[in-house]
């Protein structure tokens, strides 16, 4: 089991990323008031604390975690590397569509990011909402998989 240490959105395409200590996640919107968070594949982007400093060591540097851009940010846990699992924070549960592939966008925040976050899913992973709810930091976060 893991816990949830990290909640962020971005109003706008480009837009600087916001941290919350809480926030409200629907099927309807993905993270409240996030750019991305309307219905499909990618409503949800969760990124685990273990991958980001892995790609942090190959760079040399650390980084805060939102330069990734990702909504939520979870530790002591490994995420899927498959799609269909359901990662559970509180009542929330997010269904793992899809491996999160840097884009060119990580290279502009820092160089070589982009190279950093490819191998073994370092980049996280997008999600769609099953169930809605509220998280805050803190929450414990549990994968199960596929039913």
Request: glycine share 10%; charged share 30%; net charge neutral.
């Amino acid at each position: 089991m893991g816990r949830l240490c990290g909640i962020a959105r971005r109003s706008a395409k480009r837009a600087a990323m916001e941290t919350l200590t809480t926030a409200e996640i629907s099927s309807v919107s993905g993270v409240a008031d996030d750019f991305r968070g309307r219905p499909g594949k990618r409503q949800v982007t969760v990124i685990s604390k273990q991958a980001w400093q892995a790609a942090c060591r190959d760079l040399g540097t650390e980084l805060p975690w939102t330069t990734r851009r990702a909504n939520l940010f979870v530790e002591e846990m490994e995420l899927p590397r498959r799609t269909g699992d359901v990662l559970q924070i509180g009542d929330v549960e997010l269904r793992v569509t899809m491996e999160v592939d840097p884009c060119p966008r990580m290279d502009e925040q820092h160089e070589g990011l982009r190279k950093a976050l490819s191998p073994e899913w370092r980049g996280g992973v997008a999600c769609t909402v099953l169930h809605g709810g509220t998280v805050a930091i803190g929450d414990a976060v549990r994968l199960r998989a596929d039913d």
